[in-house]
Protein backbone atom coordinates (compact mmCIF):
# COMPACT_ATOMS: atom_id res chain seq x y z
CA UNK A 1 0.00 0.00 0.00
CA UNK A 2 1.34 3.55 -1.19
CA UNK A 3 0.11 6.74 0.54
CA UNK A 4 1.13 9.59 -1.62
CA UNK A 5 0.24 12.84 0.22
CA UNK A 6 0.36 16.65 -0.44
CA UNK A 7 -0.40 20.09 0.95
CA UNK A 8 -3.09 21.10 -2.07
CA UNK A 9 -3.28 24.09 -4.14
CA UNK A 10 -4.23 27.54 -3.31
CA UNK A 11 -6.89 29.56 -5.04
CA UNK A 12 -6.76 33.49 -4.50
CA UNK A 13 -9.11 35.73 -5.71
CA UNK A 14 -11.39 38.65 -4.85
CA UNK A 15 -14.77 39.11 -3.99
CA UNK A 16 -16.79 42.21 -6.22
CA UNK A 17 -20.08 43.14 -6.90
CA UNK A 18 -21.25 43.11 -10.54
CA UNK A 19 -22.35 47.28 -10.93
CA UNK A 20 -19.66 48.73 -8.23
CA UNK A 21 -22.24 48.43 -5.48
CA UNK A 22 -20.45 47.79 -1.81
CA UNK A 23 -21.69 44.76 -0.63
CA UNK A 24 -22.66 44.69 3.31
CA UNK A 25 -20.77 42.50 5.64
CA UNK A 26 -18.56 41.39 3.22
CA UNK A 27 -15.69 40.40 5.82
CA UNK A 28 -18.63 38.39 7.10
CA UNK A 29 -18.17 35.94 4.15
CA UNK A 30 -16.36 33.27 3.39
CA UNK A 31 -15.33 31.62 -0.35
CA UNK A 32 -15.82 27.67 -0.13
CA UNK A 33 -14.54 24.86 -1.99
CA UNK A 34 -16.66 22.19 -2.69
CA UNK A 35 -14.43 18.55 -4.19
CA UNK A 36 -16.26 16.84 -6.47
CA UNK A 37 -14.82 13.31 -6.33
CA UNK A 38 -14.74 10.83 -3.49
CA UNK A 39 -11.12 10.84 -2.36
CA UNK A 40 -10.81 14.61 -2.31
CA UNK A 41 -14.12 14.86 0.00
CA UNK A 42 -12.49 12.16 1.84
CA UNK A 43 -9.40 13.77 2.58
CA UNK A 44 -9.10 15.79 5.37
CA UNK A 45 -7.86 18.29 2.92
CA UNK A 46 -11.10 17.78 0.75
CA UNK A 47 -13.06 19.75 4.23
CA UNK A 48 -10.83 22.69 4.14
CA UNK A 49 -11.32 24.23 1.74
CA UNK A 50 -12.65 28.14 3.20
CA UNK A 51 -11.63 30.94 2.67
CA UNK A 52 -12.50 34.29 4.98
CA UNK A 53 -13.09 37.24 2.96
CA UNK A 54 -11.31 40.49 3.39
CA UNK A 55 -12.80 44.05 3.66
CA UNK A 56 -11.14 44.53 0.43
CA UNK A 57 -12.63 41.58 -0.99
CA UNK A 58 -9.83 39.50 -1.40
CA UNK A 59 -9.96 35.78 -0.34
CA UNK A 60 -7.46 33.12 -0.40
CA UNK A 61 -8.35 29.31 -0.03
CA UNK A 62 -5.29 26.77 0.92
CA UNK A 63 -5.24 23.13 0.71
CA UNK A 64 -7.34 23.13 -2.31
CA UNK A 65 -7.71 19.42 -3.56
CA UNK A 66 -9.49 19.76 -7.05
CA UNK A 67 -11.79 19.19 -8.90
CA UNK A 68 -14.05 21.98 -7.04
CA UNK A 69 -16.65 23.82 -7.43
CA UNK A 70 -16.27 27.48 -5.95
CA UNK A 71 -19.42 28.95 -3.97
CA UNK A 72 -20.01 31.48 -1.31
CA UNK A 73 -21.26 31.41 2.27
CA UNK A 74 -24.66 32.67 3.05
CA UNK A 75 -25.45 36.18 1.86
CA UNK A 76 -27.98 38.44 2.94
CA UNK A 77 -31.01 40.58 1.39
CA UNK A 78 -31.25 40.36 -2.82
CA UNK A 79 -27.52 39.23 -3.15
CA UNK A 80 -26.76 35.76 -5.11
CA UNK A 81 -23.90 34.57 -6.60
CA UNK A 82 -23.75 35.64 -10.37
CA UNK A 83 -20.29 34.54 -11.31
CA UNK A 84 -17.10 33.05 -10.88
CA UNK A 85 -14.64 34.58 -13.61
CA UNK A 86 -11.38 32.65 -14.11
CA UNK A 87 -9.20 33.05 -17.44
CA UNK A 88 -12.38 34.72 -19.51
CA UNK A 89 -14.97 31.58 -18.22
CA UNK A 90 -17.70 31.83 -15.91
CA UNK A 91 -16.83 28.31 -13.62
CA UNK A 92 -19.85 29.19 -10.49
CA UNK A 93 -21.57 25.68 -12.00
CA UNK A 94 -18.20 24.27 -13.60
CA UNK A 95 -14.95 22.26 -11.60
CA UNK A 96 -11.99 24.27 -11.03
CA UNK A 97 -8.94 21.42 -11.63
CA UNK A 98 -6.31 22.62 -8.61
CA UNK A 99 -3.28 20.52 -8.26
CA UNK A 100 -0.82 19.71 -5.67
CA UNK A 101 1.26 22.80 -5.03
CA UNK A 102 -0.53 24.81 -7.87
CA UNK A 103 -1.48 28.10 -7.01
CA UNK A 104 -4.59 29.70 -8.80
CA UNK A 105 -4.53 33.46 -9.03
CA UNK A 106 -7.06 36.06 -10.09
CA UNK A 107 -10.30 34.04 -9.36
CA UNK A 108 -13.20 36.69 -9.35
CA UNK A 109 -16.51 36.05 -7.26
CA UNK A 110 -19.21 37.99 -8.62
CA UNK A 111 -22.30 39.08 -6.76
CA UNK A 112 -25.48 40.82 -7.95
CA UNK A 113 -28.36 42.38 -5.97
CA UNK A 114 -30.20 41.54 -9.08
CA UNK A 115 -31.50 37.92 -8.31
CA UNK A 116 -34.16 36.23 -10.38
CA UNK A 117 -37.42 35.37 -9.53
CA UNK A 118 -39.31 32.61 -9.91
CA UNK A 119 -42.78 32.34 -8.91
CA UNK A 120 -46.05 30.65 -9.74
CA UNK A 121 -48.81 28.31 -8.39
CA UNK A 122 -49.57 25.06 -7.79
CA UNK A 123 -52.79 23.55 -9.04
CA UNK A 124 -55.13 20.71 -9.40
CA UNK A 125 -57.79 20.29 -12.41
CA UNK A 126 -59.95 22.07 -10.95
CA UNK A 127 -57.89 25.53 -10.91
CA UNK A 128 -57.46 24.99 -7.04
CA UNK A 129 -54.91 25.09 -5.04
CA UNK A 130 -52.69 21.65 -4.96
CA UNK A 131 -50.44 19.82 -2.61
CA UNK A 132 -47.21 19.06 -4.29
CA UNK A 133 -43.34 19.96 -5.07
CA UNK A 134 -42.34 22.36 -7.33
CA UNK A 135 -38.99 21.19 -9.00
CA UNK A 136 -36.78 23.10 -11.24
CA UNK A 137 -32.98 21.76 -12.29
CA UNK A 138 -31.05 22.43 -15.52
CA UNK A 139 -31.26 21.15 -18.99
CA UNK A 140 -27.73 19.94 -18.85
CA UNK A 141 -27.57 16.94 -17.07
CA UNK A 142 -23.70 17.77 -15.94
CA UNK A 143 -24.91 20.00 -13.15
CA UNK A 144 -27.34 17.30 -11.48
CA UNK A 145 -25.45 17.28 -8.44
CA UNK A 146 -26.34 17.76 -4.25
CA UNK A 147 -26.33 21.12 -3.29
CA UNK A 148 -26.45 22.60 -6.66
CA UNK A 149 -27.20 26.40 -6.49
CA UNK A 150 -29.20 25.52 -9.92
CA UNK A 151 -31.06 22.71 -8.19
CA UNK A 152 -34.64 24.38 -6.38
CA UNK A 153 -37.57 22.75 -4.56
CA UNK A 154 -40.51 24.83 -3.26
CA UNK A 155 -43.47 23.41 -1.57
CA UNK A 156 -46.78 26.24 -2.25
CA UNK A 157 -48.41 27.80 0.74
CA UNK A 158 -52.10 27.61 1.24
CA UNK A 159 -53.14 29.32 -1.80
CA UNK A 160 -50.84 26.95 -4.00
CA UNK A 161 -48.59 29.99 -4.92
CA UNK A 162 -44.63 29.29 -4.66
CA UNK A 163 -41.25 31.49 -4.97
CA UNK A 164 -38.05 30.45 -6.02
CA UNK A 165 -35.81 33.64 -5.40
CA UNK A 166 -32.05 33.75 -6.86
CA UNK A 167 -31.43 30.95 -9.90
CA UNK A 168 -29.07 31.92 -12.08
CA UNK A 169 -29.87 32.90 -15.62
CA UNK A 170 -30.26 29.45 -17.89
CA UNK A 171 -32.02 27.31 -19.21
CA UNK A 172 -34.12 24.61 -17.27
CA UNK A 173 -37.11 22.43 -16.75
CA UNK A 174 -39.72 22.92 -14.04
CA UNK A 175 -42.24 19.58 -12.81
CA UNK A 176 -44.43 19.31 -9.61
CA UNK A 177 -44.65 15.90 -8.05
CA UNK A 178 -46.93 14.31 -5.13
CA UNK A 179 -44.16 13.66 -3.33
CA UNK A 180 -40.35 13.72 -2.82
CA UNK A 181 -38.01 12.94 0.06
CA UNK A 182 -36.09 16.00 1.51
CA UNK A 183 -32.84 16.73 -0.88
CA UNK A 184 -34.16 13.88 -3.64
CA UNK A 185 -34.28 16.54 -6.44
CA UNK A 186 -30.13 16.43 -6.32
CA UNK A 187 -30.33 12.65 -7.31
CA UNK A 188 -29.54 12.51 -10.87
CA UNK A 189 -31.77 8.86 -11.73
CA UNK A 190 -34.79 11.38 -9.98
CA UNK A 191 -34.53 13.97 -12.55
CA UNK A 192 -33.76 11.65 -15.46
CA UNK A 193 -37.15 10.05 -14.65
CA UNK A 194 -38.93 13.73 -13.98
CA UNK A 195 -37.19 14.96 -17.39
CA UNK A 196 -40.10 13.81 -19.39
CA UNK A 197 -42.64 15.76 -18.06
CA UNK A 198 -40.82 18.29 -16.99
CA UNK A 199 -41.56 22.01 -19.34
CA UNK A 200 -38.95 24.20 -20.59
CA UNK A 201 -37.88 27.07 -18.52
CA UNK A 202 -35.84 30.42 -19.41
CA UNK A 203 -34.67 32.36 -16.99
CA UNK A 204 -32.31 35.64 -17.91
CA UNK A 205 -30.53 37.60 -15.25
CA UNK A 206 -32.66 39.46 -12.99
CA UNK A 207 -35.69 38.33 -14.79
CA UNK A 208 -39.22 38.20 -12.85
CA UNK A 209 -41.02 35.08 -14.44
CA UNK A 210 -44.74 33.76 -13.24
CA UNK A 211 -45.09 30.55 -14.04
CA UNK A 212 -48.14 27.78 -13.05
CA UNK A 213 -48.35 24.10 -12.83
CA UNK A 214 -51.08 21.48 -13.14
CA UNK A 215 -50.68 18.89 -10.52
CA UNK A 216 -51.45 15.48 -11.80
CA UNK A 217 -52.36 12.13 -9.94
Not at 16 to 22: E, K, L
Not at 74 to 80: A, K, S, V
Amino acid sequence: LVIVTGSGGTVRGQVVSDDGTAVAGLDRLSVRARPLTWAARSSTLGGSGTGRVNADGTFELKAVVGPVVLSIGTLTGDWMLKSVDLSGRNLADDPIEVRHGEVVNGVRVVLTNRPTHLRGALLDDKKQPADGTVVVFPEESSRWREDSRTVRAARPDQRGEFSIKGLPAGKYLIAAVDYVQDGQWYDPEFLEQLRPRAQPLSLAEAESKRIDLTAHK
